[in-house]
């Protein structure tokens, strides 16, 4: 005997349908992956050009906010950016992680940031070190309009120190 069993269309609309929805998952997954957790230095440049102070402080540690407080305008992040971002720069519009650097204690992010007034980008590398189970922003060096990728790299690595300020 011959014992053959065939696959109805109904079934196969079942199970491309759940394929469909495990690949979806998936991707929702893979993708909030890649906008959060691993991308607190983006995060944090959104939030300050749009002027959230409050949230672009979650990106930050104490101990720079204590810097922030005694360097910058008003003692605030958003502050910090009046004084580094001329306006005849006009607004930001992409914010692009080039790459990072990791040394002893903390990681370099190498950003360029496009904005409506400049053909070049402007270079700004954030540093990070984990604190208390999470990547903190420890510092910032850079908000230079980008001389190229030897400019840059000197920036990641810690060779420039164009507008730096760190917490100790």
């Given amino acids: 005997m011959n014992d053959r069993r065939s696959i109805s269309g109904k079934q196969i609309i079942i199970v491309g349908s759940v394929v469909i929805v495990i690949v ?54 958003t502050g910090c950016l009046e004084d580094r971002v001329p306006a005849e720069w006009g607004r930001v519009g992409d914010i692009t992680f080039v790459q990072a650097a990791q040394a002893a204690t903390e990681v370099a992010e190498l950003y360029h940031l496009s904005f409506a007034g400049l053909e070049q980008p402007v270079s700004v590398v954030l540093l990070l070190r984990e604190q208390s189970g ?24 810690g060779d420039r120190h164009d507008h730096e300020l760190t917490s100790p």
């Fill in 24 to 77: 979806m998952l998936l991707s929702v997954l893979v993708v909030n992956t890649l906008v959060s957790g691993s991308s607190k230095g983006y995060n944090f440049l959104r939030q300050l050009f749009e002027g959230n102070e409050e949230a672009a402080m979650e990106y930050v540690s104490p101990a720079f906010l204590d810097v922030v407080r005694l360097n910058c305008t008003r003692g605030v992040l």
């Fill in 134 to 157: 999470s990547r903190l922003i420890v510092g910032w060096r850079g908000w230079a309009i980008s001389e190229g990728a030897a400019a840059d790299e000197a920036l990641l690595r």
